[in-house]
Each structure stands twice: as structure tokens, then as C-alpha cells.
T-cell receptor
Framework: DGGITQSPKYLFRKEGQNVTLSCEQN?????MYWYRQDPGQGLRLIYY???????QKGDIAEGYSVSREKKESFPLTVTSAQKNPTAFYLC??????????????FGPGTRLTVT | RKEVEQDPGPFNVPEGATVAFNCTYS??????FFWYRQDCRKEPKLLMS?????NEDGRFTAQLNRASQYISLLIRDSKLSDSATYLC????????????WGLGTSLAVNP
């Protein structure tokens, strides 16, 4: 079955620790995205990548880092510099077509709690 | 003004009812439009893309009005399983690879 997997589903960390969230897709999509969702707020873009070994900052990239070494994988590291890391993190992917953004498909998300 | 605005609801409707949601967007240069649904504590799932001519998928109909800068979603014959939050999504006018997400409209379909 084609899809996007994220692991783990729930993650608990102590303040001051870096943590890496996994995202893998087998849809052969070129573009991948990381969002966070907080209660009462819309999805906010952290980073996105349209091609292997290249990525761009989204609207709230501070305190996060990513890599895109393989087309299928786009891990997100939440560093200790992120001031409010507790959130629901969502990974998405899409094809790149023409000049317009295409539909994005999401993984099940990772709920990160930092105490 | 927010880039994408939706009435948060909640909309409470009985099974079988027809319900409509509107969403307004601020930038006339936006090119792509979508409706997603999100169940509680789950990921958003694509419901439908919205095309200029309007489009229908079963009980769901989406319309785009570029002149007034709004999109709409009509759900006919509501089912209990339609209870969810409906997210209006618009492409970023300055960067066509980004999406701007509304906060969502909450729908509860009651037996």
C-alpha cells in the first residue's frame, strides 16, 4: 500500500534534548513538507523540500532542522532551541506539477510532548 | 485580515440535512484551492480540490468564486460520519509551492 508513515505516534522528551521525527513516503512524490498544529491554530509550515538535498524554510523554521538525503525520507529534528516544541507534527508529500501547488497527502502525525 | 477565513462553527445538523460552508481568502493571486477534513486528533485528509467551474463528488459540491474571493462546500444528505472539522486551503499567492490553511469549520451531524 502506498502512503506516508510517521514514527513514533507519541513522543515524550525532557526539555533541552534534541529529538528527531521520522517521515517516510512510498508514493514517489518529489515534494515533502513538515507542519505543526497547535490547538486553535491552523497548520503552520516548518520546512519543505522539492528535491533531494534541497529544502526551504517555511514560516516557523526557527529551532528546527531537516535533511533530505533520499527522495522517500524527510526527517525533522526538533532542537533544544525551539521554545515551544510540544505540538502535533504532520508530514506531507505531493507531486510537483505545472506551476500550481498540488494536493498534499499526510502521514498520521507525531504528538510530541516536552516537559 | 487573515489570509484564509472560515466560520469556526460548530454547525450542528440532523442526519439527512444539507449544510454549506464558506471560506474567504485575501489574495486574488491564489491559484489552487482545496477542502480537507480532519477528524479529532487525526491528520487532515483531502476531501476535494476546487476547480473554477465547480466540481461535485457524490454528496459533496465545491464552488469557487474568484470575483468575490470565496470558496464553498456543500454537503447533501449529511451522515453521522461527516462529523469532522473541514479545512479550507488556498495556495500562497507569493510562493505557489505553499499552502495557507484555514482554522476549520466544525460540523456535528446528529442522529
Amino acid at each position: 500500500d502506498g502512503g506516508i508513515t510517521q514514527s513514533p505516534k507519541y513522543l515524550f522528551r525532557k526539555e533541552g534534548q534534541n529529538v528527531t521525527l521520522s517521515c517516510e513516503q512510498n508514493l514517489n512524490h518529489d515534494a515533502m513538507y513538515w507542519y505543526r498544529q497547535d490547538p486553535g491554530q491552523g497548520l503552520r509550515l516548518i520546512y519543505y523540500s522539492q528535491i533531494v538535498n534541497d529544502f526551504q524554510k517555511g514560516d516557523i523554521a526557527e529551532g528546527y532542522s531537516v535533511s533530505r538525503e533520499k527522495k522517500e525520507s524527510f526527517p525533522l529534528t526538533v532542537t533544544s532551541a525551539q521554545k515551544n516544541p510540544t505540538a502535533f507534527y504532520l508530514c506531507a508529500s505531493s507531486i510537483l506539477g505545472g506551476g500550481a501547488v498540488r494536493e498534499q497527502y499526510f502521514g498520521p502525525g507525531t504528538r510530541l510532548t516536552v516537559t | 485580515r487573515k489570509e484564509v477565513e472560515q466560520d469556526p462553527g460548530p454547525f450542528n445538523v440532523p442526519e439527512g440535512a444539507t449544510v454549506a460552508f464558506n471560506c474567504t481568502y485575501s489574495n486574488s493571486a491564489s491559484q489552487s484551492f482545496f477542502w480537507y477534513r480532519q477528524d479529532c486528533r487525526k491528520e487532515p485528509k483531502l476531501l476535494m480540490s476546487v476547480y473554477s467551474s465547480g466540481n461535485e463528488d457524490g454528496r459533496f459540491t465545491a464552488q469557487l468564486n474568484r470575483a468575490s474571493q470565496y470558496i464553498s462546500l456543500l454537503i447533501r444528505d449529511s451522515k453521522l460520519s461527516d462529523s469532522a472539522t473541514y479545512l479550507c486551503v488556498v495556495s500562497h499567492a507569493g510562493n505557489n509551492r505553499k499552502l495557507i490553511w484555514g482554522l476549520g469549520t466544525s460540523l456535528a451531524v446528529n442522529p
